[in-house]
């Protein structure tokens, strides 16, 4: 157990649609990151948040937004889905950034 | 930018020893990481090198050379439960952010 919850497991929807990923980062990480996996692919990162703030942003659609809240938690908003955005979505926490500790996912299935 | 290439996929048999690749070209560098991730698994972390030479860490090693952009995964003993993928990544100087590549795919063999 990484010490990293994620919430839902499993989500399935239709095109169109919003949904909202939730995730609880280790007990004192100030960092939680968030990343894309598609089928067969490798990981692409989203977004990172530091303590509230958000600190970069990698290849994330402006159909997705994310926001860190005071108690650390973390939640990745998807709207306007489509079928290509079915994926596994996985946060990860780090103190340091060297060493990124992830959630078991979230897999989003868009029918 | 940052871009990482690790080969596909390997494949091995039970017991033996197997080096995984990673040749990277970014625009900053300040480590290079390696993850493991079963089908339908999280990453996990494996071994971190922010200095040229070898890291162990039991039955794994990882190696990294700056100076040819380059580092591997060295797995021994191998055992039917590190059928895995496998990814090196990248962190920028600020931390901001793991660019990971593709992952290679290790098949191990009875």
């Known amino acids: 157990d990484s010490g990293v919850t994620q919430t839902p497991k499993h989500l399935i929807t239709a095109t169109g649609q919003r949904v909202t990923l939730r995730c609880s980062p280790r007990?004192?990480?100030?960092?939680v990151y968030w990343y894309q996996q598609s089928l067969d692919q490798g990981l692409q990162f989203l977004i990172h948040?530091?303590?509230?703030?958000?600190?970069a942003k990698g290849n994330i659609l402006e159909r997705f937004s994310a926001q860190q809240f005071p108690d650390l938690h973390s939640e990745l908003n998807l709207s306007s889905l489509e079928l290509g955005d079915s994926a596994l979505y996985f946060c990860?926490?780090?103190?340091?950034?060297?060493?990124?500790?992830f959630g078991a996912g979230t897999r989003l299935s868009v029918l | 930018g940052q871009s990482l290439e690790q080969p596909s996929e390997v494949t091995a048999v039970e017991g033996a020893i197997v080096q995984m690749n990673c040749t990277y070209q970014?625009?900053?560098?300040?480590?290079l990481s390696w993850y493991q991730q079963h089908d339908g698994g999280a990453p996990t972390f494996l071994s971190y090198?922010?200095?040229?030479g070898l890291e162990e860490t039991g039955r794994f090693s990882s190696f990294l050379s700056r100076s040819d952009s380059y580092g591997y995964l060295l797995l021994q003993e191998l055992q039917m439960k590190d059928s895995a993928s496998y990814f090196c990544?990248?962190?920028?100087?600020?931390?901001?952010?793991?660019?990971f590549g593709g992952g290679t795919r290790l098949m191990v063999k009875p």
């Open positions: 990544a990248v962190r920028d100087n600020a931390g901001n952010m793991l660019t």
């Open positions: 090198n922010a200095l040229d």
């Open positions: 948040y530091y303590n509230g703030e958000e600190r």
């Open positions: 970014t625009s900053g560098f300040y480590g």
């Open positions: 990860a926490s780090s103190v340091d950034g060297d060493i990124q500790y």
């Open positions: 007990s004192g990480d100030l960092s």
